[in-house]
Every structure is written in structure tokens, then in C-alpha cells.
């Protein structure tokens, strides 16, 4: 079964990143060797690799066709770009974090810098189209089990209570729509809970001083959702105005770690969805500078390890170590270097780290490495055996936060002082021509015409001669 894994991922995730990369790296102006370095750095994200692998999921399905789909939006294929993302979110609807940044992109292209009611319509109807093929085997079975009476369940969705007509109960529409119930009970779990377990989001971090297990469930799904909107709002409203390809890493992982600190029912795993953007940002230009590897290296860091507890409970410490410890040697990040973090010479200064900065990532690697060292040496007290797990969601928390603001204020600075793109070939300024005095051109006609005149009057003699 676990072998699975490893075909989809190579069917799926791989070449959708080689062929992403390739792309993205050329418009970049990036060189093979960097591109190379980034496309590595992608393909061992311990996150992936240790959920997938040893958790054994298949993340990389959904992801892979993510990537597919931002890379036809790179591409300008947008009918392309809509296809793929319905199949991710017909394969997880984690991908929910996305469809906000990619709706408003998809409308912004529509009518950014023109309006293009061809393309609207076309974006509907091939997004239609495919959530229809998407849905055809479920409504199919459910006509054949109509078709040989084939007793429904028992259990109803609770959105069957909430239609605003009566369906009666042997008809074929009923068991369709009792189908299409269920779908949309499975991709919004309000049923199951705030969050899963201790994750690290704002959720569990405010549960943790404040129960709040004491409020109705229907005010909490409120309260999320309206956190959730405040926390999108900003890339999705940048990336609809104006609608740049080179922006869609930025208010991609600007959204998903929005859904992931406020939305409702999160689980660890989802982390991966806005690590993947972010990470996907080594292969831009400057992706390997040391500001843009030591944000994307934190939070790959600081994703890995509040999955811990989750992979501890697998009995996967060992894999956890060799390939956190090995993405870090990779990308020069602590614990195994500690160079992003040392000041060069003052000719260099533009390219170094904030001293803020510095001093916030050295806090969250000691904090972690102090945590370790706690939870495999230390027993919680009796009273609370979770202290280990609770304040690895804490930190976790307080970290995920900082890189969301960080998510949102490279994505204005992009917008602000970077308008366009970079092009690998720019355009070259045309040259004003050369401004010529009228009485030298006036000179240069007459000589030009000389030969021309004293050939036509030894003509005209020859013609009075003869």
C-alpha cells in the first residue's frame, strides 16, 4: 500500500515541480544551478516526506496538482489552470485554503487590464464542467443503488434537514441530493470541532488560558469564519486589483497560513499547504538571498516540529531527525550552519538580516532545541501530562503568526516597488536619431543632385546640335 505513495507522487507531484520550476526559474532570470538547488530544496521538504512516506497519506497528490495548476496560471492558461485546481480540491478540501487567491485572480485576469467576457464565461463553464465529471461516479451510483433498491443509510447529513423543499424519499432525486449532502458535509466539517488535537493555531493557543468548549458551537463557527475573512482579505483584495503572476506565491502563502491559524477544524498536516508556496519561492529571483531562505527556512523548520508530536506518536523520531537535520545542511539553516545569521563586511550590508530578524529566528531555533531537549529528558507533571504538546502549540502559534505578517508585507512591497515582473530579455530604450542642421541636408540634396541636372542639360545639347 505504502508503495502507492511513491507512484503518485511521481506520476503527480514531481513533474508538475520540475515543470513549475523550469518555468518559473526562466522568467525569473534564475540560472540552472540555483533552480536546481530550489527544485531540491522543494522535493525534500521534510513536512511532505515524513506525512506522506511515513504517516502515509497522499498530500502529494493535492499538492502536485496545485503546482500543475499555478504553473498554467504562469503559463496563461487559465482553463487549464481552473481544471486542475478542481481536481485538487476534489481530491482534499484542504486546497478550500486556496480557491480564495485563486477566485480572485481568475476574476482579475477577467477584467484586468480589459474586460474579457469571453474568458469569464469560459473560466465558468470549464470550472462547471469539471466539478460535474468530478461528481458523475458518486450521482451514478447513487441513481444504480436507486435503480436495484438498495436501502439508503440510516444516518441522514444534517443539511438534508436545512432543504427548503420536501423530497420524497423514493425518488431518484433523493438519493442524489442525499449524496451531494454528504459530499459537502465531508469537505466542511463543522461537526467535528474547533481544531484537531493541539495545532498549532490561534484556536488551541487562546484554549489554552481560555476554555472555549464553554461557547455554542454556532458562535465559535461564527467567530472563525470572521477571523478567517479578516486574515485573507489583504492578499486576496492585492491579488484581484492587480491580478501578476509573480505575485501568486506571496498571497498564496499569505492565505493559507490565514486559514491555517483561524479557520475552523485544522489538523496538523494542514501546514503543508502554505509551506509549499513558500518554499516554492527558493526558485524566484533572490530566492536564495538570505532574507527570502532564512523566512522560508524558519518556517519549514517551525512546520516540521509542531508536527512532531504527531510523528513521535508513529514512532518516526529517527526519520524526523535525519531529514529535518539534512534539509538544514541543504539550505545552510540552524542547527547545522549558522551563517545566514553572521554580519559580512559594511559593503554587504544591503543584503544582510535585520537585527530584529536575527534575534527573532535565533529565539524560535533555540526555543525549539531547548523543547527537545525538555520533552525527551523531562516528565510533564502528573496534573498536566499535555504541558509538552500544549506549549509546542504555543510557540508554533506565535511563529506561524510572524511569518503571516511577513507573507503579507513582501506581498505589498511587491506590489509597490515591483509593478511588473522581471523579464529575462527587457525591451531596449529606443535611441532618438541623430538631429541633423537643415542647411547640411540642404547641401547634401543639391550634391546628390548635381550629376543628375549636368547629365540632363549635356542632353538637352546633343539634342540642339543634332
Not at 379 to 404: E, M, R
Not at 431 to 445: F, G, I
Amino acid at each position: 500500500m505504502r508503495a502507492t505513495v511513491v507512484v503518485s507522487e511521481y506520476l503527480v507531484y514531481i513533474p508538475a515541480v520540475v515543470i513549475f520550476l523550469r518555468r518559473y526559474a526562466r522568467e525569473q532570470g534564475v540560472g540552472p544551478w540555483p533552480g536546481s538547488i530550489a527544485l531540491c530544496a522543494v522535493l525534500m521538504q521534510p513536512s511532505t516526506i515524513l506525512i506522506d512516506h511515513g504517516h502515509f497519506q497522499y498530500n502529494t497528490v493535492m499538492l502536485g496538482f496545485i503546482v500543475a495548476s499555478l504553473e498554467s496560471m504562469y503559463a496563461g492558461r487559465p482553463l487549464w489552470a481552473s481544471i486542475f485546481f478542481v481536481a485538487a480540491l476534489g481530491f482534499k478540501q484542504m486546497t478550500l485554503y486556496f480557491a480564495p487567491v485563486v477566485f480572485a485572480y481568475l476574476l482579475g485576469i477577467c477584467f484586468s487590464p480589459r474586460i474579457r467576457p469571453n474568458r469569464l464565461l469560459g473560466i465558468a463553464l470549464i470550472t462547471i464542467v469539471a466539478f460535474a465529471v468530478l461528481f458523475a461516479p458518486l450521482f451514478a451510483g447513487s441513481l444504480a443503488d436507486w435503480y436495484r433498491n438498495i436501502p439508503r443509510p440510516d444516518n441522514l447529513p444534517p443539511l438534508m434537514k436545512s432543504l427548503p423543499m420536501q423530497i420524497h424519499e423514493t425518488s431518484w432525486l433523493y438519493q442524489v441530493v442525499v449524496q451531494f449532502t454528504q459530499c459537502i458535509h465531508r469537505i466542511f466539517p463543522f461537526a467535528r470541532g474547533l481544531f484537531e488535537d493541539k495545532v498549532a493555531n490561534v484556536w488551541c493557543a487562546i484554549h489554552t488560558f481560555y476554555k472555549l468548549n464553554k461557547f455554542d458551537p454556532s458562535i465559535l463557527k461564527l467567530a472563525a469564519l470572521g477571523a478567517t475573512l479578516i486574515t485573507i482579505m489583504p492578499s486576496c483584495l492585492i491579488i484581484g486589483r492587480y491580478p501578476r503572476t509573480h505575485l501568486l506565491p506571496y498571497a498564496l502563502a499569505s492565505t493559507g497560513w490565514g486559514f491555517f491559524l483561524c479557520s475552523f477544524q485544522v489538523h496538523e498536516k494542514s501546514v503543508l499547504l502554505p509551506l509549499l508556496p513558500m518554499t516554492l519561492l527558493l526558485g524566484s529571483a533572490g530566492g536564495l538571498s538570505k532574507e527570502i531562505r532564512a523566512w522560508v527556512g524558519l518556517a519549514n523548520m517551525l512546520g516540521v516540529w509542531t508536527m512532531f508530536p504527531l510523528l513521535k506518536r508513529d514512532e518516526l523520531r529517527i526519520p524526523y531527525t535525519v531529514l529535518t537535520l539534512l534539509w538544514a545542511y541543504l539550505l545552510g539553516l540552524p542547527p547545522m550552519s549558522l551563517d545566514l545569521y553572521r554580519s559580512r563586511s559594511a559593503a554587504q550590508k544591503s543584503v544582510e538580516l535585520f537585527t530584529k530578524t536575527k534575534l527573532i529566528h535565533i529565539s524560535y531555533y533555540a526555543a525549539m532545541l531547548g523543547w527537545h531537549l525538555l520533552e525527551s529528558n523531562v516528565s510533564p507533571p502528573p496534573t498536566k501530562p499535555d504541558l509538552w504538546v500544549v506549549l509546542n502549540a504555543l510557540i508554533g502559534a506565535s511563529g506561524f503568526g510572524i511569518i503571516y505578517l511577513w507573507c503579507n508585507w513582501k506581498l505589498i512591497q511587491a506590489v509597490i516597488f515591483e509593478p511588473q515582473p522581471p523579464t529575462l530579455n527587457p525591451k531596449r530604450k529606443r535611441t532618438a536619431p541623430e538631429k541633423v542642421p537643415l542647411e547640411k541636408v540642404k547641401d547634401q540634396n543639391i550634391g546628390a543632385k548635381g550629376p543628375k541636372d549636368s547629365s540632363d542639360n549635356s542632353k538637352a545639347q546633343r539634342a540642339s546640335n543634332s
